[in-house]
């Protein structure tokens, strides 16, 4: 029995621990899951504050409806999902998506990659927090996690062109910021 039998049967257990309300079982799945949630969840939030809460509530609906996973697939890439639709969530109630909308006709604009052989993941995690709600939530869906336009804006509740003009308008944001810490540095 390799390594990845031993942990996949760990978490079966653990998974099956939670399905009967075992607060022990609840707390290692959260505790064995914890650095994966928070690196997804930082991405999408503002702060590391905001990243935990987005967090405990995904955690949250991950105990609410374990019976609804199927064993059949990745535990971590069902977790991903409710990871992901939990800052969605989070940002169609705290946030008025809607107003950073720009108009469908608007083209995206063309951005460089310069600067970027200094930048380390910190630098852009921390730089990306910094967008606003709606350029950060579609940067993310479409960079990160690879959904195209017509993804985001059905998850969204958008059109098409607003998803393209928010990635493009986050991408010159992006590309701003990184010259102005690359100017920082070197000066």
């Not at 460089?112 to 730089?127: A, R």
């Amino acid at each position: 029995m390799g390594v990845d039998d031993t942990d996949n049967i760990r978490l079966d257990f653990i998974l099956e621990g939670c399905r009967q309300g075992k607060r022990a079982a609840q707390r290692e799945l959260y505790d064995t899951y914890f650095s994966y949630g928070l690196s997804i969840c930082l991405r999408y939030a503002r702060s590391r504050e905001e990243a935990l809460e987005l967090l405990n509530d995904a955690y949250y609906k991950v105990l609410r409806h374990i019976d609804q996973y199927n064993a059949d697939f990745p535990f971590q890439g069902w977790f991903r999902r409710i990871l992901i639709n939990t800052a969605i969530d989070h940002h169609r109630k705290k946030e008025k998506f809607r107003s950073e909308e720009l108009s469908d006709q608007m083209q995206p604009a063309t951005v460089e990659n310069e600067g970027l052989n200094w930048l380390n993941y910190q630098d852009l995690l921390e730089l990306t927090q910094q967008l606003s709600p709606a350029y950060r939530l579609v940067f993310n869906l479409y960079v990160m996690e690879g959904l195209s336009h017509e993804e985001i804006a059905q998850r969204l509740q958008i059109s098409v062109g607003a998803s393209k003009s928010n990635l493009a308008k986050a991408r010159q944001k992006l590309q701003s910021k990184i010259k102005a810490r690359e100017n920082k540095r070197s000066g």
